[in-house]
């Protein structure tokens, strides 16, 4: 085996791959509208996407396999036959090089995207943390700390970066604390990406029902046309609307 030839290859058939997936994204291939009858189908969706995966496949293992063939020392004492499967061989290992690679290249991006503690215990996020600052990193973004030492812990081991954290609130693993206590520890941005919706979600169901069975809205729960105003801020939108026509005019 020609193991210099087969990593070149395998080089070439993952930056190909890394090329057409972007190009995948940028054409909005992997996109689609969350808004009833706008855009592709679920079903025409799926199927675009496996066919995009094959053919970036394709183009992948054939650009690895021709590099692997045309750069692997020559085999002069060799069978012809004998030679055609080296080269094969040599195509097909610069395939799964390439695959294996790119696979625990997103495995470890993922891992590390999705919770930064989890996979591995809280000591290696905060090594990771430190070495993110050490590269130039703007900031830290902690997710899934289970306890407020935890997230002294964190503070502790990653100074001198403004530091991040989410609090989702009855369904997420991270303590509910004052924001006053947050900034204490050392967090300069706070997450709070179900608060509203949650509550929302049970006035909206509160108020469905009331309209159902035939009933006024309860003042205790609502607001009125001046509260509403006032809550949006409406002379100000108003202000807005009317500065942006005068320049039209």
């Not at 002069?76 to 036959?81: F, M, N, Q, R, T």
């Not at 006035?203 to 469905?208: G, I, N, P, S």
């Not at 105003?229 to 108003?238: A, H, Y």
């Amino acid at each position: 085996m020609s193991w210099g030839a087969i990593f070149a290859g395998a080089a070439g058939a993952a930056a190909l791959s890394l090329i057409l997936l972007i190009l995948d994204t940028g054409l909005g291939l992997s996109s689609v509208s969350p808004f009833n009858g706008e855009g592709a189908s679920a079903s025409t969706f799926g199927w675009s996407s496996v066919l995009w995966l094959a053919l970036v496949q394709l183009a992948a293992s054939g650009i690895g396999g021709f590099l692997a063939g045309r750069l692997r020392t020559r085999w002069v004492p060799l069978h012809g036959d004998e030679a055609y499967f080296r080269d094969t061989a040599n195509g097909f290992l610069a395939w799964a090089v390439a695959t294996l690679v790119t696979a625990a290249t997103l495995t470890s991006v993922i891992g590390s995207i999705t919770d930064a503690i989890a996979p591995n215990g809280l000591a290696d996020a905060i090594d990771r943390g430190k070495r993110y600052r050490d590269a130039g990193a703007d900031a830290f973004y902690f997710e899934g700390p289970t306890s407020e030492r935890e997230l002294e812990k964190l503070a502790e081991g990653c100074t001198g970066v403004p530091l991040a954290t989410s609090i989702l609130e009855r369904g997420g693993k991270t303590l509910f604390l004052s924001p006053k206590r947050f900034a204490e520890m050392g967090y300069q941005t706070l997450l709070y990406p179900a608060t509203l919706i949650f509550q929302i979600a049970r006035t909206t169901r509160l108020a469905l029902e009331r309209l159902k069975s035939g009933e006024p809205m309860l003042k205790a729960t609502s607001v009125d046309m001046d509260q509403f105003e006032d809550i949006v801020d409406l002379p100000r939108w108003k202000a807005i609307e009317e500065r942006f026509a005068e320049s039209r005019d």
